[in-house]
């Protein structure tokens, strides 16, 4: 028999439908099913090639590779057991071993069945990267990475994101990682500040946007006194010189030059947070952004109290650089509930912004000293015991610009910051099975 005879073929179809992927598994008499959800075209012997890897691999039940669009090889990336996103790139192909995908009924989904169906399979079997390009597709989304971050919360996907949300957190239930909503009580009001909030900018490198960043915090109008850390990161172009220039005239801004020449955005902010000039809250400001109104600072610390948080989330508008609203417009990550925020936190890629902290709270965990997921690994090691409050009115403005770290990278650059996310969610779904499997 060839091995071609061993899979039956499916291509570009609705492969989030329940009813329709239950019907494909219910038929498959062959030994693989493959699914294309786009057009392709194999390369010489590329299917073959696929299926003869399939054989060798008795304990895989998806199997996926790289591919070429327009002549050049596209990776995609490794499989582990935090790659949970429903946006994980496996490319256009997959190949799925029928005897394992018999094995599971899928639930009534209308957007969220193969999503299910492969969180299920990872369980009792291998999902296997073969990184070699077997086929080739042309590109049907141009956009520069910039443009692809807000996707997963763009407003027209809410009901896709409900359902993704309601199969993943099956998936927690079944491997013992669900969180339930009992989380451990915080006294705000310990230890001494001269400031109740700081915010806290790591800049390198921003001259063009970092005196409006600056400005817009001076304008805030709070019953309390703060503060601003600017963490300036060995900068080459003027920005060290508008810092000293804004910091004499304004004794509430703390220019920091740290003595590490290895920090990363994370680093900076450990700088910050360790610093005895430090307030009770600690604020985030990107050196590219702004606070929307006079009032952020006073709302942030307001909600903390009301809330009972460790940590707190707010919501942003995108612009461009002159601040005009350009789409998707309002981020206010709606699917955060207090009920499953922490457990669906697991399947996003990031928890918005801007972020806040109780400051005893982040200087007993600290941040990696990556550049990248600094943040989202923070929040999801706060989020295991605590609360993280929300408010969902716009705060401020993140402006992007072709300056902006994540504007424009690689498909390789993408790769390694998702795989980072993806350690990140590994670690944390071992740490909550380890916390319910000992009552911690």
């Known amino acids: 028999m060839s091995n071609l005879d061993k899979l039956t073929k499916y291509d570009c179809l609705n492969f989030g439908s329940s009813s329709l992927l239950n019907e494909i598994i219910a038929k498959a008499d062959t030994d693989y099913i493959l699914l294309a959800i786009q057009e392709i075209e194999w390369t010489a012997n590329g299917l073959e090639r696929l299926v003869q890897v399939m054989d060798a691999l008795p304990q895989t039940a998806i199997l996926y590779c790289d591919c070429f669009k327009n002549g050049v090889i596209v990776p995609t990336a490794d499989y582990q057991r935090g790659s949970v996103r429903d946006d994980f790139n496996f490319g256009s192909v997959l190949l799925l071993r029928s005897s394992a995908a018999r094995g599971f009924q899928i639930p009534q989904l209308k957007f969220a069945a193969l999503y299910y169906l492969r969180l299920f399979l990872s369980v009792g079997y291998d999902v296997t990267r073969l990184n070699e390009p077997l086929y080739s597709v042309s590109e049907n989304d141009n956009r520069l990475s910039g443009a692809k971050n807000f996707d997963y919360v763009n407003p027209r996907n809410r009901d896709v994101q409900i359902e993704m949300e309601q199969a993943f957190t099956l998936y927690l239930k079944h491997i013992n990682a669900f969180l339930e909503p009992n989380f451990r009580t915080i006294n705000l009001s310990e230890g001494k500040f001269d400031c109740e909030a700081s915010v806290i900018i790591p800049v390198r490198n921003r001259e063009r946007t970092i005196e409006d960043a600056v400005r817009s915090v001076l304008r805030q109008q709070t019953s309390f006194p703060f503060n601003i850390l600017v963490v300036d990161n060995y900068s080459t172009d003027n920005t060290t010189t508008i810092l000293k220039k804004l910091s004499n005239e304004d004794a509430r801004i703390v220019h920091i030059i740290p003595d590490e020449k290895t920090l990363g955005i994370g680093g900076c902010w450990n700088r910050a947070i360790d610093d005895p000039r430090c307030g009770r809250f600690a604020v985030q400001l990107d050196s590219d952004d702004l606070y929307e109104d006079e009032n952020v600072l006073q709302t942030i610390v307001d909600a903390f109290y009301e809330q009972d948080c460790g940590m707190l989330v707010g919501s942003y508008t995108i612009t461009d650089e002159k601040m005009n609203v350009i789409p998707p417009g309002l981020i206010d990550h709606r699917e955060w509930t207090d009920d499953n925020g922490r457990n669906n936190a697991l399947r996003i890629n990031g928890l918005g912004a801007p972020r806040a902290f109780y400051t005893p709270l982040?200087?007993?965990?600290?941040?990696?000293?990556?550049?990248?997921?600094?943040?989202?690994?923070?929040?999801?090691?706060?989020?295991?015991?605590?609360?993280?409050?929300?408010?969902?009115?716009?705060?401020?403005?993140?402006?992007?610009?072709?300056?902006?770290?994540?504007?424009?990278?690689?498909?390789?650059?993408?790769?390694?910051?998702?795989?980072?996310?993806?350690?990140?969610?590994t670690i944390e779904l071992e740490a909550r099975i380890h916390k319910n499997t000992n009552n911690l």
Do not use: Q
């Open 362 to 425: 982040v200087r007993s965990i600290h941040f990696p000293n990556t550049s990248y997921g600094e943040d989202y690994a923070m929040g999801l090691r706060i989020s295991r015991n605590y609360r993280i409050g929300r408010i969902y009115k716009s705060l401020y403005l993140c402006r992007r610009w072709e300056g902006n770290s994540d504007a424009a990278l690689s498909v390789e650059r993408v790769n390694a910051n998702n795989a980072y996310k993806d350690k990140l969610r």
